[in-house]
């Protein structure tokens, strides 16, 4: 039957259901189709914690949502226009979301008194008209999954687990997504159970076919691809992003990269994907734990490698003793901290950024480190890279602060070039001269401050180390106050220095009429751009700037806060940063914070922005 093609500039779906009902897995299919396609797109996983909640409760609903227009977009979008609801703690979790006339597509199959009864439901929501404001289509998807399959020799439970691809199905014909990846994906997926992947492949074509004839939707919907730079895209997520630039720091720098890890949700992804880049130089231990883990980093660093480590806020607590270390051995050395809710175990599974002050002041003694946070998905392939040559040139452990929302999150990449990378240089010692007498291994270079990273083993760069403290110049254990108190500053100002290093805070402030400033850190990015977007497009004047370096904070930090009558700073936290602007610069700036293990929506910080401008 013929159907109406509507365009569209923008989409918002939500996938939504039980634990094991596959929703990460459709709404990734459904988001590299996307991607494929061409359109701008931005996700947001949101899974529980538990490894198998109680299936139909509500602590183990799972959800995927995904962004994707026309044009560029910034966030996963505030509300989902259309939400896919596999069961009925599905629906409950997620219906407070879903505005007015919202598209609703519910699996009444699911919908029975006893799943009902589970979430606090007296009677069918389908039945009763509560869902009367939406456009509710409500479709027995389970069991049209197992009557397209009748024919596969699979059992009924397998065939009723193939649900999600059709309704994967299904809403790759409503936004005229491709099929043929989903396919392929399945295809490979599922190649040891031919049966399986038949089956599969079946149960998507017959939620497309279903959408192609049904008469319960006769509207299908285009939404054109986004004008992009030219170049090769894909889509990635924060965490993938991660370990393509630690494997191109290993390239860039020609060092050996060694990953020293324990698996912690949610920087677990990272060690994943480096483990199977060995081809590059990168070797990979999974520790027996925290400690274990970043004391191995740290001794491959002694060795000549670039040591990492990754893990998340309750890790970064245990590895606290062995980063101080790094900075009294002056090592380079690489620490991942993607954020998580806390404190302790907290909610492993949500985003957070509350681990700053941590990543500034969690050490013992005055242990300063350089502090790197990316602000988007893709941007964590840059952050790696900057944080790496930090570490490398300095001679110094770099904290990054990437955070949950960033690590699954994803976005269209464009692949860099190569050959424009920036070059990182280790600079190994190289023994002394004899007319220049015995090695000094802390005698520092004039411009960084930076010792010499001597190679064990070198004949001629023979030096002591350990965690006790260093006399100047020749590394000699030392208990001399004013010696002590020399080497502080030293490697205090070693870590100042770096300012000097890098790019001045920008600040978009394209009417230049602005008097607030909107400034923020981390994965907060895209909300507040888009946040910035709205008032702007209202008639108001509001700049915004975004730090990529906290620490050292961009020389030109203070001027910019000066240029500004009122600041705002929006943190996933109790407002660490405004903490510290407020203690280094004496600027009375307003913070905004929220700590729901969600990111910001941009609606929100619109409304926030708006106000302050309205105050003045």
């Given at each position: ?385 900057e944080a790496a040559r930090i570490a490398v040139k300095y001679r110094t452990p770099v904290i990054l602060l990437s955070d949950g929302y ?115 850190w981390g994965g907060t990015y895209g909300a507040i751009s888009a946040g910035v977007r709205r008032v702007r497009a209202a008639g108001q ?76």
């Open positions: 039957m013929t159907k109406q093609v509507q365009q569209l500039d923008r989409v918002i779906i939500r996938f939504a259901g039980d634990s094991g009902d596959g929703m990460q897995l459709t709404g990734d299919r459904f988001t590299q189709e996307t991607a494929a396609f061409g359109n701008d797109l931005s996700t947001l996983p949101n899974f529980p914690a538990e490894i198998r909640a109680p299936a139909g409760t509500l602590p183990g609903v799972s959800s995927f949502q995904l962004h994707f227009a026309d044009h560029d977009i910034l966030t996963p979008g505030d509300a989902p226009n259309v939400l896919v609801a596999m069961n009925p703690a599905a629906l409950k979790a997620n219906l407070g979301d879903l505005p007015r006339g919202a598209d609703l597509i519910v699996n009444t199959d699911e919908f029975t008194k006893r799943n009902l009864a589970k979430v606090g439901y007296e009677t069918n929501p389908v039945e009763d008209d509560s869902l009367a404001e939406y456009r509710v289509h409500a479709l027995p998807l389970t069991s049209m999954t197992v009557t397209a399959l009748t024919d596969f020799e699979i059992s009924k439970k397998d065939a009723e687990r193939a649900k999600n691809m059709f309704a994967l199905g299904l809403l790759s014909w409503l936004y005229h997504r491709p099929t043929e990846g989903t396919i392929s994906f399945l295809e490979k997926k599922f190649a040891s159970k031919p049966e399986i992947m038949k089956a599969n492949i079946a149960a998507f074509q017959a939620g497309w076919s279903y959408g192609e004839t049904t008469e319960a939707f006769s509207v299908q919907y285009e939404i054109k691809p986004a004008e992009h730079a030219p170049g090769l895209y894909r889509n990635i997520t924060g965490n993938l992003a991660l370990a393509y630039g630690l494997v191109a720091a290993g390239v860039q720098s020609g060092l050996p990269i060694f990953l020293g890890s324990y698996p912690i949700t949610p920087a677990s992804d990272i060690l994943h994907e480096i483990s199977k880049h060995k081809r590059f130089g990168v070797r990979t231990f999974q520790a027996e734990d925290e400690i274990a883990a970043v004391g191995a980093a740290l001794g491959a660093s002694f060795g000549g490698s670039l040591g990492v480590t990754t893990t998340s806020g309750p890790g970064i607590a245990l590895k606290s003793e062995t980063i101080a270390l790094g900075v009294a051995t002056e090592l380079p050395l690489l620490v991942i901290d993607v954020q998580r809710a806390g404190p302790s175990t907290g909610m492993p599974t949500k985003t957070e950024q509350a681990d700053l002050l941590q990543a500034m002041f969690g050490r013992n003694g005055e242990a300063p480190v350089p502090v790197v946070a990316p602000q988007s998905p893709s941007d964590c392939f840059n952050a790696a890279l960033l690590a699954n999150g994803s976005e269209p990449w464009r692949l860099p070039d190569v050959a424009s990378l920036p070059k990182i240089e280790p600079n190994f010692a190289t023994p002394p001269s004899p007319e220049d007498g015995e090695f000094q291994p802390f005698q520092r270079d004039p411009d960084t401050l930076a010792r010499p990273w001597a190679v064990p083993g070198t004949e001629g760069l023979e030096h002591r180390i350990g965690g006790l403290e260093k006399a100047d110049g020749s590394g000699n254990i030392s208990y001399d106050p004013a010696n002590h108190d020399r080497m502080t500053r030293l490697r205090q100002a070693k870590v100042d220095g770096i300012a000097n290093d890098i790019a001045p805070l920008a600040v978009d402030d394209p009417s230049g009429k602005a008097r607030v400033l909107v400034l923020g004047h509001v700049a915004q700037a975004h730090l990529r370096h906290l620490n050292p904070f961009p020389a030109n930090l203070p001027e910019v806060l000066r240029s500004y009558d009122k600041v705002v700073v929006p943190e996933i936290n109790l407002g660490q940063l405004a903490l510290l602007l407020r203690g280094r610069y004496l600027v009375d700036v307003i913070g905004y914070n929220q700590v729901r293990g969600l990111p910001f929506k941009a609606e929100e910080l619109q409304g926030v922005i708006q106000d302050v401008i309205d105050s003045e």
